[in-house]
């Protein structure tokens, strides 16, 4: 019975574990998140505007629902560190000496500041500028206080020395367009007085940090907001919503939340099954004792209480295995959190909440499994408990009646046990298969970010250099960069960002503009087809129209937020179903007819000679417009560095998981199936079976159990791959129900591996029947 | 009758361990048994008769002393060579049938027929113990005397040279015993199998070629019929 009890415990624990794992991490997650949002007075609102002079601030404060605002210079830099061929994108941020943060304040890790001012220092003699590093970059690079890097600073090669490690609630998750890239994204906190005079930026400001009063309309902040800053270059206005660092860790912990919910109700509901079906088993085998007990007076109360007290030892086992495991793991996962979130303090935390419901829910799954198994038998009256139950009835199976009889006696007999308990039988295949489920699901993430990288970097972007520009540039600029070494061809882009307007509802996005037949930065859908944008109007993502009411042939508004502000009034052409962003495209030509500004452009994407990379990369550095660039290649590899590692920590321990819960079903399965037919078995024995014929009998229904579980289990995998896209589904992103063969390959594997080790022991036991004894004892 | 030997034990004894008690089964038992020969095991409970015939039968070992069947040796044999033996040679009666609930009547013989070499037809052996009728049904369906039947017919199917009964009508009533007796006899009478049954019920021994009487582990005494009687003439 040890054996047995172990395997439930594992089940138990396996879930009581997940469900800790995650839901602690998320927790910790949580918590770091609301202290440090609290502490660092992270703000509701953002915007971006040209130019915009200080004394404006006074009329932003006036916006009702506004209670403080905070406005600052900040610039995407190029940054450079020597040694190192790789674009690095910058985000410099001026902090004033003279003014104290109000909001989104900084922290220094380590590091000198200014004494009583927060700031990193004037500039050094040498016309060096002190600046305080990201965290997470300084930590990519290994970078110490001291180290000196270089950055294009509006057209001008300026030293940095870093002066510090610093952190901000705005950037708690640094990345370019929401992926983690922490070598290549780096925040440098600098003087203002410096940056201001580098951009001409004295006594004006270029963001606005918003914090609302509580019960304030967003909405209506945001579009006050917007008309106060229009006069001055104002480009967008957005909520924390659309802040990038904020959305990343509400959808890691949105998506944690639904996969700790999710995968231990299977684990438990499994748990439940197994500990009715082993306790039925013992019930059966306990009957005469039960009557016994209920001849000499006991109640059923007590008896139902004996065999509760036995199931709540093995799930209390399993409920400790499981905290604790649930507190390493957790600790595990918040380790890795503390990577990709960067946080002044991030302790794993384990709410009373979790464990409280763990305990609720094993307790619960215990009593259920326990009741409905013994109920029938405590309610029997005691003469009749102590008759043998009446000997099992069977039928010719489903296929026989159906007319096919050329099945082998052994088979036979299989079919028929299997047939004659349905239930049971239907949901040891269903328990198995919700293993394989597990196992195709453990590992459907690694196949969805294989799938993404292969979408994103080889089939939309085909390029391998990215650049933008500080301001728009004329299309001609394009044949300059083609005569750079190793340009094998250039496409120009042009990014507008605007807000769609339908009616009443509105939604911020960027038009992008691209080549009427683009070749190195294409539209592909989550078929892999292209669309390419055919007329004069926009394609849009599907999740976009959707959201603002929109079919092809409609017109949309797009209220344009750079420059001055205008409206266009644009048809959408096409929708295209796409996994992430909400994107809107057009032709980059069509775009600027619509705003009649001429032949110009943004950003522009290039293919490259093989090796040309670093090359062209060094030159780029020689082009004053050129604000950022952005290297495919270096991109893939910082993204794999963490996320690949991740994904293979997360599908390992599901896998193992889901292993536990293979284990427990087919090898309880067995035990309770060599319990129930000892007799018969070594009856068969007697009749001269060997062993292995007589093993094939039992184990040969375990194969079958197996075998009709993994396709069920495959499909059950597929759909649960299903329901937790959907689950995990956010307007910015549809995670593609991808899953490869070798997925499912793995699946099965290890599920028939788990199946083989079972046959393994159980087949020991069968060797030593006892088969004397059987024929002594009637069944 | 043939006087070749198929069984020779000679100096048996079996001891069984549980804990710390000892318990003698069987001391000192020899015998012979030959061909054809139908011998009932008489004794009361605890006297050693069940061992005996678990010996004999491949079930079990003896702890001490030598066993053979024709030229086989059943001591030192191992598990995989007695497995052969029970398979090849020998075929088994119980009192509580031991029969598989999941198959139907037939089913249960075929189940035999299936795994030896030259067995006796599936029908003729269920023709035997008349229970043509019952061919389809399950042992849920049968009285205790028809699924006692069954056993035997799956018992005499392999053609064996030996039938071994243990208490083949203990749990059956006078009548149904006395037609369940009836069948091992014709099957003893017309296929010369060499016959072994146990029982505490004295008027059985009546139908033996020999009466071999047990009682605390030893042989206590062989009688030999000079005039067998059938079953139909047997009471108790």
Redesign the interface.
């Known amino acids: 019975m040890w054996s047995q009890s172990l395997t439930i415990a594992l089940v138990v624990a396996s879930g009581v574990g997940g469900f800790l794992t995650t839901l602690s991490a998320v927790d910790s997650l949580a918590l770091a998140r609301d202290h440090y949002y609290s502490q660092g007075r992270f703000a509701d609102v953002f915007a971006v505007v040209k130019r915009a002079p200080d004394a404006l601030v006074d009329s932003l404060r006036t916006i009702p629902g506004v209670a403080d605002v905070q406005t600052t210079t900040e610039m995407p830099v190029r940054v450079e560190i020597e040694g190192l061929s790789d674009p690095i994108v910058g985000q410099i941020i001026g902090l004033d000496r003279r003014r104290p943060q109000r909001l989104n304040l900084v922290s220094l890790r380590e590091g000198r500041a200014e004494v009583a001012s927060m700031s990193p220092g004037p500039i050094r003699p040498d016309g060096a500028l002190p600046a305080w590093v990201s965290e997470s970059f300084a930590a990519a690079h290994g970078l110490k206080s001291g180290a000196r890097l270089s950055a294009l600073v509006n057209g001008r090669r300026r030293a940095l020395e870093m002066a510090g490690v610093a952190l901000s609630p705005e950037y708690i998750f640094a990345g370019l367009w929401g992926m983690p890239d922490q070598r290549g994204f780096g925040v440098f906190w600098v003087d203002h007085e410096a940056l201001a005079a580098a951009y001409d930026m004295e006594g004006a400001f270029n963001r606005v940090a918003v914090k609302l009063a509580p019960g304030a309309d967003q909405r209506a902040v945001i579009d006050s907001l917007q008309r106060r800053l229009a006069p001055y270059g104002g480009r967008e206005a957005y909520g924390r919503a659309d802040q990038v660092s904020h959305s990343m860790l509400q959808n890691e912990i949105k998506e944690q939340h639904v996969l700790g919910t999710v995968l231990p109700s299977i684990f438990l509901a499994v748990a439940a099954f197994l500990l009715n079906v082993v306790v039925s088993r013992l019930v059966v085998t306990q009957r005469e004792q039960i009557a016994a007990l209920k001849a000499l007076g006991y109640p059923d109360r007590t008896i139902a209480g004996h065999f509760l007290k036995m199931v709540l030892a093995i799930v209390s086992l399993g409920l400790a295995l499981g905290l604790a495991l649930g507190d390493v793991l957790g600790l595990m996962f918040t380790r890795i959190y503390a990577e990709f979130f960067r946080f002044p303090s991030f302790e794993h935390y384990v709410a009373p909440s979790p464990v409280l419901i763990s305990l609720a829910m094993t307790v619960g799954t215990a009593v259920l499994g326990t009741l409905s198994a013994i109920g029938a038998t405590v309610r029997l009256a005691p003469a009749e408990a102590m008759r043998p139950p009446a000997p099992a009835r069977y039928r010719r199976t489903l296929l026989e009646r159906l007319g096919v009889t050329r099945i082998s006696t052994s088979l036979r007999m299989i079919l028929r046990n299997m047939e004659r308990r349905p239930i049971r039988t239907g949901l040891s295949i269903g328990g198995i298969a919700s293993a394989v489920a597990i196992m195709v699901m453990g590992n459907f993430f690694r196949d969805a970010i294989e799938f993404i990288v292969d979408t994103q970097f080889r089939l939309v972007m085909r390029s391998d250099v990215a650049l933008w520009t500080f301001e728009v540039v004329p299309d001609r600029a394009r044949l300059e960069l083609l005569r750079l070494p190793g340009v094998k061809s250039v496409e120009s882009n042009r990014f507008v960002p605007v807000t769609l307007v339908n009616g009443h509802r509105r939604e911020r996005t960027v038009i992008r503009g691209y080549a009427s037949v683009p070749e190195l930065y294409r539209i592909i859908d989550v078929d892999w087809r292209e669309i390419l944008p055919a007329g004069e109007g926009l394609v849009l993502t599907d999740r976009l129209a959707e959201k603002l009411g929109l079919r092809a042939g409609d017109v949309v508004q797009a209220e344009v937020l750079e420059g001055r502000p205008r409206t266009l009034n644009l048809v959408v052409d096409a929708t295209v179903r796409e996994m992430m962003g909400l994107n809107a495209y057009m032709k980059r030509e069509a775009l600027n007819r619509a705003l009649a500004e001429g032949d110009i452009s943004t950003g522009f994407v290039l293919s490259l000679d093989a090796g040309a990379e670093p090359a062209l990369l060094a030159a780029t550095r020689q082009l004053p417009h050129v604000a950022g660039a952005f290297s495919k290649a270096n991109m893939i590899r910082n993204m794999q560095e963490v996320t690949a590692r991740n994904i293979r920590l997360m599908s390992t321990i599901l896998t193992l998981f889901a292993s536990v819960i293979a284990i427990g079903v087919v090898y309880n399965g067995a035990r309770i199936a060599l319990s129930e037919r000892t007799w018969e078995l070594a009856s068969l024995r007697v009749l001269g079976f060997t062993r292995a014929e007589v093993s094939g009998l039992l184990l040969g229904e375990m194969a079958i159990s197996i075998a009709v579980a993994i396709p069920v289990g495959m499909v059950l995998g597929y759909g649960l791959v299903h329901l937790i896209a959907v689950l995990l589904r956010s307007d910015q992103f549809a995670f593609p129900v991808v899953i490869l063969p070798r997925t499912y390959a793995l699946a099965a594997i290890c599920v028939m591996a788990a199946g083989l080790g079972s046959a393994l022991v159980v087949r020991r036991r069968i060797d030593g029947l006892d088969m004397v004894a059987a024929l002594k004892t009637r069944e | 009758m043939s006087s070749e030997i198929v069984f020779r034990a000679s100096g048996l004894g079996k001891v069984y361990r549980t804990g710390e008690v000892e318990v003698v089964a069987l001391r000192e038992v020899s015998l012979e048994i030959a061909r054809g020969e139908f011998i009932v095991l008489l004794g009361p409970s605890g006297s050693g008769k069940?061992t005996l015939l678990?010996i004999l039968?491949g079930?079990?070992a003896p702890s001490s002393g030598d066993v053979t069947f024709e030229d086989h040796r059943l001591t030192g044999a191992s598990?995989?060579e007695l497995?052969?033996y029970?398979?090849?040679h020998?075929g088994?009666v119980?009192?509580?049938y031991?029969?598989?609930?999941?198959?139907t009547v037939r089913?249960n013989v075929?189940?035999?027929t299936?795994?030896?070499e030259h067995p006796m037809d599936l029908d003729e052996a269920i023709a035997r113990v008349g229970l043509q009728s019952r061919r389809d049904h399950?042992?849920?369906q049968l009285s205790g005397g028809e699924q006692q039947r069954v056993a035997i017919a799956?018992a005499i199917v392999k053609n064996p040279q030996v039938l071994l009964c243990?208490e083949p009508t203990g749990?059956l009533d006078y009548a149904t015993g006395k037609l369940v007796l009836d069948v091992i006899e014709r099957v003893n009478r017309d296929l010369r199998t060499t016959t072994v049954v146990i029982t505490h019920n004295a008027a059985i021994a009546g139908m033996a070629d020999r009466v071999i009487r047990l009682g605390d582990g030893c042989i206590q005494r062989i009688e030999r019929n000079e005039k067998k009687i059938s079953p139909a003439e047997l009471s108790w």
Not at chain 2, 98 to 103: K, M, T, V
């Open positions: 069940s678990n039968g079930l079990d598990e995989s497995t052969r029970r398979r090849e020998v088994f119980f009192q509580f031991n029969l598989i609930p999941s198959l089913e075929a189940l035999v299936d795994i030896v399950f042992p849920a799956r243990d749990a």
